[in-house]
């Protein structure tokens, strides 16, 4: 790690250029973010579109069916009662079916003992089978408590019942989990006859609904009026579980929340976890049946053409970073490429290399100026350095001439002391005798005789002499 950093701090257009692109690079990101976010935006926006338009449309093809469904039972409902017998019921029943394929089943059940003859019970009950349809009169079972009976009868106006599972022992009854829309009959003067109930397969409903899948992995649900999954992707879940014991712990807010307002009749989307994974769960509401459908899309997929644009961006945007770093390493050292050729010279300066010649920069730019005053420095120094050497080897020239003169002086000053020593000696002798034949003349001259007393004055003459002649060379030497 230290030693690119190292390498870093030691190169000045690597690190101008890691500064620019980083700034760059910074700025990008930015701008990127509050791109992605409105990109973002706008993409849940068009998500949120689609699956409503799809909930509408799915929601306006059964309400259309479900409407017609209506039509045709409303108006049995008003032409059957002036058309009473067992045979008439049985063929308007199969007539129904015969002409309206969206119908699985069609029965007109009337009230009990309304035809003496028949006994208690008459329904006339047409079923619609894979390849053909089915009329029967019902056999004798309580159908005035079923759901389909009784619930007209005692609201005393038409609607549509969750659904129910058609199978009666000993009856004609389809294997599929039916929805019926109930009217009552009613004569001339307001008295109830019975109910026609028109019946369709819950299986068209959860094909119908099942198809909305606007993504790869969206599912679509649809919950009656307390909460019960009436098409869920798991069937073992139909009928048996409702959307609030379904919920998992970590969304159980937001789907309990979804729940009621499911059951409300309301539209809208909802943002939430579903197995685990963030999706988005768009409803609305069945028209007269008191149910809902929703579609339920994984985050993943709504997003997953605005993550693969993201990573696609991304890989562009590393590239081109990357790119534009060269590009400002190269432009960058191309441009301080002279800098780093004052660095190399002044190095050299450094360790005392002042006479490279240099060549003049025609940039007219700072760099090319500061090239071009560093030449001129140089110059300048390697002229003062130049005088500098000469003047050095002037004085080194006049040192040693003083050191010669020097020690010439300290030769001649030996030499001086040596010949001084030498005139000492010379003058003491002399001196020594003067003074000694002095001595014995002021003590014993009355009593030498004239010829050593003429012996001791020639010697003291001859010594006076000698002395004088020293003083001679004395003076002699003193004046050269």
Aim: hydrophobic residues 40%; charged residues 25%.
């Amino acid at each position: 790690m230290k030693r690119p950093l190292r390498y870093i701090r030691q190169h000045l257009s690597l690190r101008l250029g890691l500064i620019i692109t980083l700034i760059i690079a910074v700025a990008f990101t930015l701008l990127s973010d509050i791109l992605f976010e409105r990109c973002r935006h706008f993409i849940q926006r068009a998500a949120i579109d689609h699956a409503s338009q799809l909930l509408d449309n799915t929601a306006e093809r059964i309400t259309g069916i479900m409407d017609e469904t209506e039509l045709v039972t409303n108006f049995m409902a008003r032409t059957v009662p002036s058309h009473l017998s067992p045979d008439s019921l049985l063929a308007y029943t199969r007539r129904g079916i015969e002409d309206y394929d969206f119908l699985t089943g069609l029965a007109i059940s009337m009230e009990p003992y309304f035809f003496p003859e028949m006994g208690r019970y008459y329904s006339a009950y047409s079923l619609r089978g894979p390849d053909s349809i089915t009329t029967v009169r019902e056999g004798p079972f309580e159908y005035f408590d079923t759901v389909w009976y009784k619930t007209p009868r005692s609201l005393g106006t038409s609607c549509w019942t969750d659904a129910f599972d058609d199978y009666n022992e000993g009856t004609l009854s389809s294997p599929d989990i039916m929805t019926s829309y109930c009217c009552p009959m009613r004569d001339a003067e307001g008295r109830y006859l019975g109910s026609i109930t028109a019946s369709l397969t819950l299986k068209w409903l959860s094909a119908s609904v099942s198809a909305l899948q606007p993504y790869p992995n969206s599912s679509a649900i649809m919950i009656g009026r307390d909460g019960t999954y009436l098409v869920h992707p798991d069937t073992a879940k139909l009928f048996r579980e409702t959307i609030f014991s379904d919920a998992a712990p970590e969304s159980r807010r937001d789907i309990e929340t979804l729940g009621r307002a499911m059951i409300a009749g309301r539209s809208g989307m909802v943002e939430t976890k579903v197995d685990g994974r963030d999706a988005f769960i768009f409803y609305r509401p069945l028209e007269h049946t008191g149910w809902s459908i929703a579609i339920v899309c994984p985050e993943n997929d709504v997003f997953a053409r605005y993550y693969r644009v993201l990573a696609i961006v991304w890989a562009v945007i590393g590239i081109g970073l990357l790119l534009l770093l060269v590009v400002c390493y190269q432009t960058v050292r191309r441009a301080i490429q002279p800098l780093e050729q004052l660095d190399y010279e002044a190095q050299r300066i450094a360790e005392g290399h002042f006479d490279t010649e240099l060549t003049e920069s025609p940039r007219q730019d700072s760099i090319g100026r500061l090239q071009n005053s560093f030449i001129r420095m140089q110059q300048s120094l390697a002229t003062s350095v130049n005088d500098i050497r000469s003047v050095n080897a002037e004085l080194e020239q006049r040192n040693e001439e003083l050191t010669r003169a020097y020690q010439l002086q300290l030769d001649t000053n030996r030499e001086k002391a040596a010949f001084i020593q030498k005139m000492y000696h010379e003058i003491r002798t002399p001196l020594n005798i003067i003074c000694g034949f002095t001595q014995v003349l002021t003590a014993s001259l009355p009593d030498l005789p004239a010829d050593e007393i003429a012996d001791i004055t020639g010697r003291i003459s001859e010594s006076a002499s000698n002395i004088a002649r020293l003083a001679k060379d004395l003076d002699q030497a003193a004046k050269m």
